[in-house]
């Protein structure tokens, strides 16, 4: 950290801000970043971030989300990272270096483990993006012991009380965050930075600040530096790299970074001896010549394209091409009442969605800084866990909007007022759905099993709620609670689309602008239930980057609430996210178990002996178990989706294949590679095509008071069939998994012995789905619906 420390000081003698200068590892190329990393000290660079790239980041805009692309597609690694640091300090690079990025892929790696092979490297320390208030500090504890700096970051929302914290705490600067009242080269500084600042100042007692906001010319340059220590530049050196010609990007950086700071450091060869002039329009030396370094002394001193609205007039369609039994091919955001009649028949494949997302959009990283760091937690402030699970992992612009939605909710929990308003709406939810005894699967079952065993199967109907599944429940809450806190908007992420209906339905009804984002595979595989919200009068957001499933959406409906905190609720679909997120949801679906309790009571006289859900992100299986959580006398068995197996890559079976680690705001278990990069899924039904789960999920899992299996594509439509032709019940192929795995629990239980599924959704939305894959998979199933 003396090294960074140094830098500020030289800058300071200089009379002049220090150049902190961003660059993601492994952009264009992972052999060419240790030259990028020389030319920024070359240009000028006083202190550099190395951003580590992440599959999924919440926070970055997309400039940098789009290098972070490029990045893994080279099969950037985080030994990759280090290694290039290696190889700038082998060249002689003496700038202190910073490595920034997200938390999974440094939790994969091994905290102690980087810490140690980041010393040796020369890396100077770090900033990480998301990390909650006891690790950051947990964190810079241990980065304290080998010499390394933990910089702590601070935003406009960031609250008076952690900004002194925070500042207490700085051991080398502070990373704030903020603004450009207007983009480009004539931007004024933002109105509100001078007095953030003022604050920092005061509170941090001497420790320099940098800024970041977007700065990209000399005048920004000049601007900010007159009110701190220190300037940020990123997205700007990376669009530098990226126009380069081939060959010429680390040349084309150096300059750009002269062009800012109008200085040159001297160039330092393998041997130590500085080789031509510095400092060629700054006032003095920046000490290089006498031997001083920025950050090395020869061993290591560690001491989304923008979504545009499409279909103006309102009146926009989306269909489903029938003449072959083939789902949609295109999407369109062209408005259809301006084409022919003939192209806009249902059999020309054609979705029309409002708007596609080709690439991450919304703020830069350094709009959304992340990490409250204290080391005095408020416990009412302290995000609720579930064992080692949960947590807040978000931005610092988040943190006041979750804080307003923790105290709206526990305020909504706690007035009779409210749940006598959510029961009001009964009638319209189709409250309480029905619980029956589903006689001929009982009998499939024992039909299948030895004799004795084989238990009574219950159906608790979920599938006959308004909108045709559970999600109903959390999206009436979740409205009112919007409605509570004053909000007009919501938004929304689906994968199935059951979801993105549910909360087109409940915004329909009481007026409130709506838009859905939904992954690009999800919106072709469920082209029904994008009419569908499209019909209830909801924009459609169509997302083409990453796997283009559930997670891209739900990584661009993060990156959009941060932009419309004010008057906008993410009203978020099932039992994931930050806290308190995963508690809202519980609460809102617990309706499920609750009601089967009081069900099964009246028809049994007792509690059931095991109660089913599929499990995707966790919302039925949380509403379902929860009410059951402390009567131990009650299995509680979730059914996740095996794809084509959890031997394979090919499968969403989280709980089952998956290990802890960090997503989209919570620390949970998720599907990731070896270096913390979140894999891609797969699973023949949309709603479970998720690589996490619900933190409270992940608790009854380590606790065992619940346990988890996975039922394959195939395995599923078994389910699918079963219970189709024995019930005349077409469910959803989220809950035909949990069908598959109830009837292979019962096969092992007495006769007396009692089992509720919890029926989810139905399969209208699915019908076409199973149409085209029933040609592979019915084979292995002995399923052949050809006439």
């Known amino acids: 950290m003396e090294g960074i420390r140094s830098a500020f000081a030289r800058a300071k003698r200089e009379s002049r801000p220090a150049l902190v200068t961003y660059t993601t590892a492994g952009y264009p190329t992972i052999a060419s970043t240790s030259q990028t990393l020389l030319a920024m000290e070359a240009g000028g660079a006083d202190i550099i971030e190395l951003g580590t790239p992440f599959t999924d980041p919440i926070a970055d805009g997309p400039t940098i989300q789009s290098a972070n692309t490029i990045s893994l597609q080279n099969g950037t690694t985080t030994r990759d990272c280090l290694q290039i640091v290696r190889d700038a300090r082998k060249e002689g690079l003496r700038a202190p270096v910073l490595l920034m990025g997200y938390y999974n892929p440094l939790l994969a790696y091994g905290e102690e483990r980087m810490l140690q092979d980041a010393k040796e490297a020369g890396v100077n320390g770090f900033i990480m993006v998301d990390l909650p208030p006891e690790e950051a500090v947990r964190f810079r504890g241990h980065c304290t012991n080998y010499g390394l700096s933990y910089v702590p970051l601070i935003a406009p929302a960031t609250s008076e009380k952690r900004m002194k914290l925070l500042c207490s705490i700085a051991d080398s600067f502070i990373y704030v965050v903020s603004r450009m009242g207007v983009t480009g080269a004539t931007g004024a500084l933002s109105s509100g930075l001078p007095d953030l600042l003022e604050k920092v100042h005061k509170f941090s007692k001497g420790v320099p600040a940098a800024v970041g906001f977007g700065v990209s010319t000399r005048e920004h340059f000049v601007e900010v530096g007159n009110v701190a220590e220190g300037v940020v530049i990123g997205s ?33 060869s393998v041997n130590g001896h500085v080789n031509g002039e510095a400092n060629s329009e700054s ?15 020869g061993t290591a001193v560690n001491g989304h394209a923008i979504s545009t609205d499409a279909n103006p007039k309102g009146d926009g369609s989306g269909w489903i091409k029938k003449s072959n039994g083939e789902a949609p091919k295109e999407i369109s955001t062209e408005d259809p009442t301006e084409k022919p009649a003939s ?8 979705v029309h969605v409002d708007a596609v997302v080709k690439e991450p959009s919304g703020p830069n990283i350094v709009d959304q800084l992340e990490a409250l760091n204290t080391d005095e937690p408020d416990p009412e402030l302290m995000p609720q866990r579930f064992g080692q699970f949960g ?8 943190m006041d909007c979750l804080s307003e939605l923790e105290k709206g909710f526990e305020s909504a929990r706690n007035d009779p007022k409210f749940w006598e308003e959510f029961k009001s709406f009964y009638p319209y939810m189709s409250r309480p759905s029905s619980l029956h005894k589903s006689d001929r699967l009982t009998d499939y ?14 159906l608790k109907r979920e599938d006959l709620n308004h909108t045709g599944s559970h999600k109903i429940n959390n999206a009436m809450g979740q409205v009112l609670l919007a409605r509570r806190l004053g909000k007009t908007a919501i938004i929304a992420e689906t994968g199935a689309g059951q979801h993105g209906v549910a909360t087109a339905t409940v915004c329909a009804r009481f007026g409130m602008k709506c838009t859905i984002f939904m992954g690009a595979e999800d919106v072709r595989r469920q082209a029904l239930n994008v009419f569908r919200i499209k019909l209830l009068g909801a924009s459609v957001v169509a997302v083409e980057a990453g796997t283009r499933t559930l997670r891209d959406a739900v990584n661009e409906a993060m990156r959009s609430w941060v932009t419309l905190l004010a008057d906008t609720h993410y009203c978020i679909g099932s039992a994931i996210g930050p806290h308190p997120f995963p508690t809202i949801v519980r609460t809102f679906q617990s309706v499920i178990g609750s009601e089967t309790k009081e069900q099964m009571q009246a028809m049994t006289g007792r509690l059931p002996d095991a109660v089913v859900a599929c499990v995707g992100g966790g919302s039925n299986a949380a509403g379902m178990f929860a009410p059951f959580a402390e009567d131990k006398s009650v299995k509680l068995l979730g059914v996740e989706a095996g794809g084509d197996g959890i031997e394979t890559s090919r499968h969403s079976a989280t709980l089952s294949g998956g290990k802890p ?34 933190p409270e999920l992940s608790g009854w899992k380590d606790s065992e008071r619940a346990k988890f299996i996975a039922a ?20 959803a192929l989220e809950t035909a998994h949990a069908v598959f795995g109830a009837i292979e629990l019962a096969k092992t239980m007495e006769e007396h012995e009692n089992i509720v599924i919890n029926l989810s959704g139905r399969g209208d939305k699915d019908v076409q789905s199973v149409a085209e894959e029933l040609p592979v998979i019915g084979p292995k199933i002995g399923w052949d619906l050809r006439f």
């Open 391 to 398: 947590g807040q992992y978000v931005p610092e612009s988040l």
């Open 661 to 694: 680690g960090v997503l989209h705001g919570v620390r949970t278990y998720i599907l990731q590679n070896a270096e913390g990069q979140i894999t891609d899924t797969h699973s023949v039904s949309a709603g479970l095509d998720y690589p996490g789960v619900g």
């Open 236 to 268: 700007q050196i990376i669009n530098t790299l990226k126009h380069a010609p081939e060959g010429e990007g680390p040349k084309a950086v150096e300059e750009y970074c002269y062009s800012i700071t109008h200085r040159r450091n001297a160039k330092v």
């Open 343 to 350: 192209e806009s028949d249902p059999s020309n494949g054609v």
């Open 712 to 731: 394959t594509d195939a395995e599923a439509f078994i389910g699918f069939k079963l219970l189709s032709e024995l019930e005349g019940i077409i469910p």
């Open 283 to 297: 006032n003095g030396t920046n000490g290089h010549s006498n031997g001083e370094t920025n950050g090395s002394n």
């Open 445 to 458: 079952v024992r039909q299948h099993c030895p004799k004795g065993k084989g238990a009574n199967i219950y």
